[in-house]
T-cell receptor, first 117, second 112 residues
């Protein structure tokens, strides 16, 4: 069974600085998707970024980028120029991509990020 | 475009009561999901559906039932509520099983 581990329960960063959130996963599959979701105090789950395992290029979305290391099964999220609105819980998630997959997301326990002014 | 909507936002139930959590999406997505999020934890899959009339169990289905009579709606039924079902429930949808899931705002349920 796949598992997702986020080893940093809480992190803090000063506004405008850069922070990296860690995520490791365990799977025997070769094709899959990885996601980072943001959950602000409103509890809404918001997609931050998505990576397809067969793509070697790391995904980027504006100030958010990932460092995807397939061999090491590592998928870290880098937030540049941190803003107060980035304060939230961040969840790393794994999705299998075999034929006929139901698309079940496996979530880590989350990292609580606080951006300080 | 409303996306995924859930009602109610918050509910208190007494032990043994039943209720239905409502979920609707207006994106014509085939796949819909129900997750629960316990305090300090990530989300876990309860049930999912790959289309109208087709549902299947996820990781934590005990104590719940679902139905999917139309593409738009995917209600989650709690029978005989127990304190262990105190959680935040999220509904999500996606066009297929290999694409990004879009989440509703969640329903917070407290069973006392």
């Amino acid at each position: 069974a796949q598992t997702v581990t986020q080893s940093q329960p809480e992190m803090s960063v000063q506004e405008a600085e850069t922070v990296t959130l860690s995520c490791t996963y365990d799977t025997s599959e070769n094709n899959y998707y990885l996601f980072w979701y943001k959950q602000p105090p409103s509890r809404q789950m918001i997609l931050v970024i998505r990576q397809e395992a067969y793509k070697q290029q790391n995904a980027t979305e504006n100030r958010f980028s990932v460092n995807f290391q397939k061999a090491a099964k590592s998928f870290s999220l880098k937030i540049s120029d941190s803003q107060l609105g980035d304060t939230a819980m961040y969840f790393c998630a794994f999705m299998s991509r075999p034929g006929g997959s139901q698309g079940n997301l496996i979530f880590g326990k989350g990292t609580k990020l606080s951006v300080k002014p | 475009n409303a996306g995924v909507t859930q009602t109610p936002k918050f509910r208190i139930l007494k032990i043994g009561q039943s209720m239905t959590l409502q979920c609707a999406q207006d994106m014509n997505h085939n796949y819909m999901y129900w997750y629960r999020q316990d305090p300090g934890m990530g989300l876990k899959l309860i049930y999912y559906s790959v289309g109208a009339g087709i549902t299947d169990k996820g990781e934590v289905p005990n104590g719940y039932n679902v139905s999917r009579s139309t593409t738009e709606y995917f209600p989650l039924r709690l029978e005989l509520a127990a304190p262990s079902q105190t959680s935040v429930y999220f509904c999500a949808s996606s066009p297929s099983g290999q694409e990004t899931q879009y989440f509703g705002p969640g329903t917070r349920l407290l069973v006392l």
